[in-house]
């Protein structure tokens, strides 16, 4: 069964760097593109942006300046960092596969979720 | 970026009657790129609805999608209590443009 599965710190201070990992079992981390998508509270979804095993990356230009992503595929995991943040980054993060490889256009699988919180 | 409005807020009707949710883009859109999430409280989001109308693995035929260019809708023939939920439609173009969500539309027990 194939699952995603989110870690990292709860809480970060602000202008510190948000770091998260998303460990993908049940299958290759290869061939597919990885999502970071959050949630403020009682908020909407907002698309972080993707990476994928070749290098390549994609992120939403509204906060492209301070987001890195990365995968280890020696590890079967990707990876999210967000610097400088602010009160403005607490949410539910998420990670989640585009499933186009097995040609559904959408995140079909997504991890449950971790809530960070940006505070002193 | 293209935004994505949905209608209504919230929806306030009782089990066993028919939903339909709107989702307007601000400019066109693919069919093949929208694509229909549920989200229950305290759970991550499960997707229902891809390419306007092809249901997910596992998902019930009550649930439809249909839609073209700026306007797609989402209908749920007869609602089951587990159908009550936050809906999210979703666009993604290879165009350089971010993909985008909606601001989701609640469907509640009346």
């Known amino acids: 069964q194939v699952q995603l599965q989110e870690s990292g710190p709860g809480l970060v201070k602000p202008s510190d760097t948000l770091s998260l990992t998303c460990t993908f079992s049940?299958?290759?981390?290869?061939?597919?593109?990885w999502n970071w998508i959050r949630q403020p509270p009682g908020g909407g979804l907002e698309w972080i942006g993707f990476?994928?095993?070749?290098?390549?990356?994609d992120y939403n230009p509204s906060l492209k300046s301070r987001v890195t992503m990365s995968v280890d595929t020696s590890k079967n995991q990707f990876s999210l960092n967000l610097n400088s943040v602010t009160t403005a980054d607490t949410a539910v993060y998420y990670c989640?596969?585009?499933?186009?490889?097995?040609?559904?256009?959408?995140?079909?699988?997504w991890g449950r979720g971790t809530m960070v919180t940006v505070s002193s | 970026e293209i935004v994505l409005t949905q209608s209504p807020g919230t929806l306030s009707l009782s089990p066993g009657e028919r939903a339909t949710l709107s989702c307007r883009a601000s400019q066109s859109v693919s069919s093949n790129s929208l694509v229909w999430y549920q989200q229950k409280p305290g759970q991550a989001p499960r997707l229902l609805i891809y390419g306007s109308s092809s249901r997910a693995t596992g998902i019930p035929d009550r649930f439809s999608g249909a839609g073209s260019g700026t306007d797609f809708t989402l209908t749920i023939s007869r609602l089951e209590p587990e159908d009550f939920a936050v809906y999210y439609c979703q666009q993604y173009q290879y165009s350089g443009l971010p993909l985008t969500f909606g601001g989701g539309t609640k469907v509640e027990i009346k």
């Open positions: 990476c994928h095993h070749s290098g390549r990356t």
């Open positions: 989640a596969r585009w499933g186009e490889t097995s040609g559904i256009k959408a995140f079909d699988i």
């Open positions: 049940g299958g290759s981390i290869n061939s597919y593109y």
